[in-house]
């Protein structure tokens, strides 16, 4: 199963890998800084450099710092939320506004809306 990134990534056979060793494939991956192997075609393999490797590892630190952010403060506007559930006169509050009617002015609602 390729992916549009693997086409884009330049490629060299393993028979070549084969025949031109080690050497040979370490001096297309410098130049290049990745390197997809193939098989018949087919994606086998990417190597990469250090370089590629080491900005691979960064982006996907950056992402999860993004998302780990994100995650927090989603935490913590949840955790005000059913702080207000541990008030004395949360049960209170609950049964006025079940008490109420609903007013929707003909509109649907499903949500906080801000």
């Known amino acids: ?3 549009a990134a693997l086409a884009e ?3 060299t056979p393993a028979s070549d890998v084969k025949r031109l060793g080690w050497r040979g494939l370490m001096r297309t991956v410098g130049r290049e800084g990745k390197v997809l192997v193939t ?7 990417v190597v990469l450099s250090i370089g590629e490797y080491d900005a691979l590892v960064q982006a ?3 992402a999860q710092a993004r998302d780990d952010v994100a ?3 989603l935490r913590e506007r949840f955790d005000r939320r059913l702080a207000a559930l541990a008030q004395a006169d949360a ?4 049964r006025d506004v079940m008490a109420q009617p609903p007013s ?11």
């Open 1 to 3: 199963m390729a992916t």
């Open 9 to 11: 990534l330049p490629q």
């Open 39 to 45: 098989n018949h075609s087919q994606p086998e393999a």
């Open 60 to 62: 996907i630190e950056r």
């Open 71 to 73: 995650l927090d403060a």
């Open 91 to 94: 049960g209170e509050r609950l």
């Open 104 to 114: 929707l002015d003909g509109k649907v609602r499903a949500g906080a809306s801000h």
